[in-house]
């Protein structure tokens, strides 16, 4: 089987239905700086060595995070997990000039991501 190289946790996400609401939580509550947002969509914040990510949705939201694990090559990694057992999602997801992920789940159904950065972060 193919090597993946270091894993490194990259950030951990929760989905919100009210981006506004968690940002304020975490960042005047909990104490957190904002690093990034992308209107009601996404934001990130700085939780040190890794970074405390919220997702918008209309949907109810999940009620687990996402642990994002960051890898150098998204379609050798991928490939290299999959020949371990694990199942990916279908959707690849691209953030254009930023990012792609791929979404697998551990063995109770919680989320992990792969993601390869492809511009500046």
């Known amino acids: 089987m193919g090597s993946i190289g270091v894993v490194i946790v990259d950030h951990i996400?929760?989905?919100?239905?009210?981006?506004?609401?968690?940002?304020?939580?975490?960042?005047?509550?909990?104490?957190?700086?904002?690093?990034?947002?992308?209107?009601?969509?996404?934001?990130?914040?700085?939780?040190?060595?890794?970074?405390?990510a919220l997702h918008g949705t209309d949907d109810d939201p999940p009620a687990s995070g996402t642990v994002v694990l960051r890898v150098d090559d998204l379609?050798?990694?991928r490939w290299t997990?999959?020949?371990?057992?694990?199942?990916?999602?279908?959707?690849?997801?691209?953030v254009e000039g930023f990012a792609r992920f791929a979404t697998f789940r551990d063995p109770d159904g919680n989320p992990i991501?792969?993601?390869?950065y492809t511009g500046e972060r």
């Open 75 to 77: 379609d050798a990694t």
């Open 13 to 52: 996400y929760y989905w919100t239905r009210d981006l506004d609401r968690a940002l304020a939580f975490y960042t005047d509550v909990v104490g957190l700086p904002l690093v990034r947002r992308d209107g009601n969509e996404w934001a990130e914040l700085d939780g040190g060595t890794v970074r405390i």
């Open 81 to 94: 997990l999959e020949e371990r057992g694990a199942v990916f999602d279908s959707y690849v997801g691209e």
């Open 113 to 116: 991501q792969i993601i390869e």
